[in-house]
């Protein structure tokens, strides 16, 4: 899901890597169509969704136009809008959905694959921070098993296989495991790693955009600079690994080769490393448990030279804090959280606040949220959470007539 996207696109390059292990037979996409058509043509699966359901003729055109490559083609079933979603993500021959949509909007076809059993390469993590507490028990009712695409988390998955306590290590549906201490997320630092708080009034959305170590979607760019993306973690950590908060710690580790870390009940700790590439987490959710042998280029320590981390500074990152206390917090809070950021970032990336208003806009909507707030929220209280977060963040912005100010 969401094949034209950074997880996307790198999932389908694993599939041209091992045809004889993986066979795309359903993908979703959102507006590239050029892109879309091209992959259908290469990959042939069985079905395609897109999320507007007017542009399945242009899709169609598209199809009849571009080049076959010498290959014969047959043009797959094409469905549209967030039923056609659905239908993909429950798709009667696939094994494993990836889900790489971005935001929210993978929230209602993650359920329907886990309602159809499928099991879950889960990058779209934001789906698991705004409904946990809606997602968890459908696992527990399909067997469906979560396997986490994010570097950090597949990395602690990673670590806890082969562990004497293998059984309850193996499932990530939020089953605290026994002699897991803690565990420490790494973070780049994002764009703004060496920047002053005082050099951020500056910041814009180019500079906000361009990751140090990473290739990936303008969102979650965005939110490795605000250092949300690490917030979000922990509490999809929280989540995946049955962890307390205070379990889980944050350490920034500018040259993104270990990918995250777990400390066991002697004290010891294991971590795994790699170059930064997602291809590594998302091949091991498709080939788990087994490994699979790639040409890849082997980690040479000694080529990287040095590995440093530093404490990640509160007062620059605020959104790194104001995930915590969501988390926390529990409930319909994360949903919140996650809906307000994603709604500030779409107004930053839409040059309509500055990178600074981004935390300020998620913390009044937080802190407005508590007198609503749900200990238990059903599936329609994260969708309508969702909603009334996106309107106060855009009404506020609009009340305190936010002026982006590019320098
Ligand atoms: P991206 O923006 O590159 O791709 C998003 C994909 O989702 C595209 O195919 C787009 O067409 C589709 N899409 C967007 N909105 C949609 C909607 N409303 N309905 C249906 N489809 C829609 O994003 P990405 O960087 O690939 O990230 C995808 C997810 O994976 C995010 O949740 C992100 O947090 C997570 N993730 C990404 C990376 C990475 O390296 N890119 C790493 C870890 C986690
Ligand atoms: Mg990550």
């Known amino acids: 899901m969401g094949s034209t996207g950074s997880i996307g696109t790198q999932t389908l390059q694993i599939a041209e890597e091992f045809p004889s292990q993986f066979k795309v037979v359903a993908m979703t996409a959102g507006r590239n169509l050029p892109l879309l058509a091209e992959q259908i043509k290469k990959h042939q699966p069985e079905i395609v969704a897109i999320s507007e359901e007017d542009l399945i003729p242009k899709l169609k055109d598209l199809l009849k136009t571009t080049s076959n490559k010498g290959n014969s083609f047959k043009c797959p079933q094409i469905i549209g809008g967030k039923d056609g979603l659905n239908t993909v993500a429950s798709w009667n021959s696939a094994d494993i959905v990836v889900t790489g949509i971005v935001g ?61 306590w293998e059984e309850n290590a193996r499932l ?10 803690g565990i420490q997320l790494t973070a780049s630092g994002g764009a703004f790693r060496d920047w002053s708080i005082e050099e951020l009034q500056k910041a814009t959305i180019k500079d906000a955009t361009s990751h140090p170590n990473w290739s990936m979607g303008k969102k979650i760019t965005v939110d490795s600079a605000t250092l949300m993306n ?43 490393l790699g170059w930064p590439d997602m291809k590594l987490p998302i091949l091991y959710c498709l080939s788990w448990p087994k490994r699979l042998k790639t040409p890849w280029k082997s980690l040479n320590l000694s080529e990287v030279g040095e590995l440093t981390f530093r404490e990640p500074n509160t007062k620059k990152y605020p959104c790194m804090e104001l995930a915590y206390s969501a988390g926390k917090e529990g409930g319909s809070m994360p949903a919140v959280l996650n809906a307000a950021n994603e709604e500030a970032v779409a107004l930053f990336l839409d040059e309509k606040i500055h990178f600074l208003d981004i935390p300020k806009l998620i913390e009044f909507t937080c802190e407005k949220h508590k007198k ?21 963040i855009r009404q506020e912005a609009d009340r305190k007539k936010i002026n982006f100010s590019q320098e």
């Open 104 to 164: 929210c909007a993978g929230l209602l076809p993650t359920l329907s694959a886990i309602k159809a059993g499928k099991d879950i390469a889960l990058a779209n993590k934001e789906t698991l921070i705004a409904a946990g507490p809606v997602v968890l028990p459908e696992l527990k009712i399909s067997g469906s098993q979560l396997l986490p695409a994010d570097s950090e988390h597949s990395a602690i998955f990673q670590c806890l296989q082969g562990t004497p």
């Open 172 to 181: 990530s549906t939020g089953i605290p495991t026994p002699g897991l201490q």
């Open 230 to 272: 690490k917030g979000l973690e922990v509490i999809e950590a929280h989540y995946l690994f049955g962890l307390d908060y205070k379990q889980i710690g944050i350490v920034i580790h500018p040259q993104s080769i270990i990918h995250s870390m777990i400390e066991l009940s002697d004290s010891s700790v294991l971590a795994q």
């Open 372 to 392: 609503d707030f749900k200990e238990f929220p059903s599936l329609d209280d994260v969708l309508n959470v969702d909603q009334w977060a996106r309107k106060i």
